[in-house]
Nanobody, 130 residues
Framework: QVQLVESGGGLVQAGGSLRVSCAAS?????????MGWFRQAPGKERELVAA???????????DSVKGRFTISRDNANNAKSTVYLQMNSLKPEDTAVYYC???????????????????WGQGTQVTVSS
């Protein structure tokens, strides 16, 4: 079993920045999982914001966040892998609960739908005020 714990959400004004983190633990193999950050706003479907391969060599961004968000990961710790989402130039429409997810299947393609991810964190609220 893999545990994902998010942190770093909060309230920020439009144009500001936040960094959310996700610590994955429970299996050393989790450092080989692709990871993604999803978000879900009230009344909307959960959508992929960004994803990163296990090595960090490949990334994916939704068009709505390209140029503003950066996903990265740190696999140096054998006990856990940490994934970060740096969010800059935040907009009110970025307001949502942000979820970290892990895909426990090795492949070379970054997946974009929630059903393709196996483990989920509890979510962290990001609120951007106008």
């Amino acid at each position: 079993q893999v545990q994902l714990v998010e942190s770093g959400g909060g309230l920020v004004q439009a144009g500001g920045s936040l960094r959310v983190s996700c610590a994955a633990s429970g299996r050393t193999s989790s450092k080989y999982y692709a990871m993604g950050w999803f978000r879900q706003a009230p009344g909307k479907e959960r959508e992929l914001v960004a994803a990163i391969s296990w090595s960090g060599g490949s990334t994916y961004y939704a068009d709505s966040v390209k140029g503003r968000f950066t996903i990265s990961r740190d696999n140096a710790n054998n006990a856990k892998s940490t994934v970060y989402l740096q969010m800059n130039s935040l907009k009110p429409e970025d307001t949502a609960v942000y979820y970290c997810a892990a895909r426990a299947v090795y492949d070379t393609i970054l997946r974009t739908t929630p059903a393709e991810y196996d483990y989920w964190g509890q979510g962290t609220q990001v609120t951007v005020s106008s």
